[in-house]
């Protein structure tokens, strides 16, 4: 949950740091990001899956999806505290580099890696590559065969287990693009290949069924699909020493919901793999959950500049749009907003940004303390997958972000300025 912020006194705090006082410094929108919640939520995953060291006496890896949000600040923190990486191109692997995340601690998904990208992870000898298509493996192995190397491979498969979320961020069913199919044999297929080529070594095998899961039966599918695999290799004379099962753990966008913890999921898991271990040697276990790391730490502020009413509705408009923070317009998500002020009067009303998109609307119909001109709100749960899908839509500058954590406030992310929005742009000399 959040845990780190709390309302005292009629005010908004974030790890202690009155909201409406960060906006009024920083400028808005802001997004602000709490490093106590980030050591919080990682805590909980080393706590949670100890017992997969103790019981096995194999390793553990939390490899961060840099996708839910790659600033460097938030990179480099989780580094620090010993979380590994997974990278999904070039640039996240470049900033994994970047916030020293140790090799063996940095693996590398996505179903069209380039051979550039091929070449950068096998340079930085990362723990593993997660191949997704017999014709990457191939390019894989020619491309070390050229360097003179070995690269280490894992194989992503696709189990066809139903995640039970929204159809845009499940990952792991027949229809979906990602992996290696396990039912019709190209899986298996491909790791026999993969056996008989010389640049290439075999360390694991991986999966990812999908993003927000809220309900902890499609890990434990997952995992029997994993391993039920890695039992039918070793029959096959392939011996496995890593298991990632992805990452996918949602978080309480619903204020009123529970959903499954960190403990719950590593139970689920670890108890499942142990089904096994008479069937196999147990292998090291690897995760790469993003949204769980980083979602609850994120708040995105905004100053309300005008207030409209409708027959329909009140329409509150805020200085954040949905180039800022994508989710509710592209996936409908459900993010939890407040008035950062306490007021004696609530009212109902709906929550917009200022684009030309009928769909840049943060939420409807939502009970806040009575909005007025100036006033702050803060949307919740914005630090995964809102920076790092923000854009640059209506020529608006991406925000700033800062940092709140024990040793004070750090802006880590400047806002672009009009200058930035045209720096890539080249007009040709005829219309000079
Ligand atoms: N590993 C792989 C291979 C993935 O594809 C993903 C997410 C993750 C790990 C991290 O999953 P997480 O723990 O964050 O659920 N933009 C969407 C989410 C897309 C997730 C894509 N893959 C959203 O805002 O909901």
């Known amino acids: 949950g959040n845990d780190t912020v709390e309302i005292k006194d009629g005010r908004f705090f974030i790890d202690g740091y009155d909201a409406v006082e960060l906006a009024e410094k920083f400028g808005t929108p802001l997004y602000v990001m709490s490093e ?21 006496g194999k390793e553990f890896v939390v490899a961060y999806a840099y996708k839910a949000n790659a600033n460097l600040a938030i990179t480099r923190l989780l580094s ?4 590994g990486a997974d990278v999904v191109s070039g640039g996240e692997l470049y900033i994994a580099k970047l916030s020293n995340v140790p090799s063996r601690k940095i693996v590398f998904n996505g179903n069209c890696k380039t051979k550039e990208e091929i070449i950068m992870g096998i340079e930085t000898k990362i723990r593993s590559f997660n191949v997704d298509s017999i014709s990457e493996l191939i390019l894989i192995n020619e491309t070390a065969k050229e360097l003179g190397e070995t690269a280490n491979i894992a194989f992503r498969i696709n189990p066809n287990v139903n995640p039970k979320t929204h159809p845009k961020i499940s990952t792991g069913l027949k229809k979906n693009k990602f992996g290696l199919d396990v039912e019709s044999g ?47 290799l070793k029959k096959e ?25 960190q403990k719950d999921l590593a139970d689920a898991i670890i108890n499942t793999l142990l089904e096994y271990k008479d069937k196999v040697e147990m292998p090291n276990l690897i995760l790469e959950p993003g949204r769980s790391l980083v979602a609850t730490a994120g708040y995105l502020l905004g100053r309300v500049h005008h207030i409209k009413e409708t027959p329909i509705t009140k329409w509150v408009m805020i200085d954040a749009g949905m180039n800022d923070m994508m989710r509710p317009a592209m996936y409908e998500a459900y993010h939890h907003i407040i008035n950062c ?28 303390d009575k909005p007025e001109v100036g006033d702050i709100l803060a949307i919740f749960d914005v630090g995964a997958y809102g920076i790092s899908m923000a854009n640059n839509y209506n020529a608006r500058g991406r925000p700033r972000m800062i940092l709140t954590s024990k040793k004070g406030v750090f802006l ?3 806002r672009e300025t009009y200058a930035d929005l045209i720096a890539k742009d080249i007009v040709p000399p005829h219309l000079l």
Request: hydrophobic content about 35%; some cysteine; charged content about 35%.
């Open 36 to 56: 106590e919640q980030i050591k919080i939520n990682y805590n909980k995953y080393i706590e949670a899956f100890k017992r997969w060291e103790e019981e096995t």
């Open 80 to 83: 620090k505290l010993g979380c």
């Open 186 to 232: 190209v899986a298996l297929k491909a790791i026999k290949m993969a056996t008989e080529m010389e640049h290439v070594n075999v360390v694991g095998v991986h999966c990812h069924i999908g993003s927000q899961l809220t309900d902890i039966s499609p890990f434990i599918e997952e995992a029997r699909k994993v391993m039920d695999f890695v039992v039918e």
């Open 237 to 261: 004379g392939i011996e496995i020493e890593d298991v990632n099962l992805g990452g996918g753990l949602g978080i309480p966008y619903e204020k009123d919901k529970q959903i499954p913890t």
């Open 341 to 368: 002020k306490v007021k004696d009067e609530k009212e109902k009303v709906s929550i917009a940004g200022g684009l030309c998109e009928s769909s840049d609307v943060f939420g409807r119909d939502r009970e806040l």
């Open 412 to 414: 880590i992310r400047e």
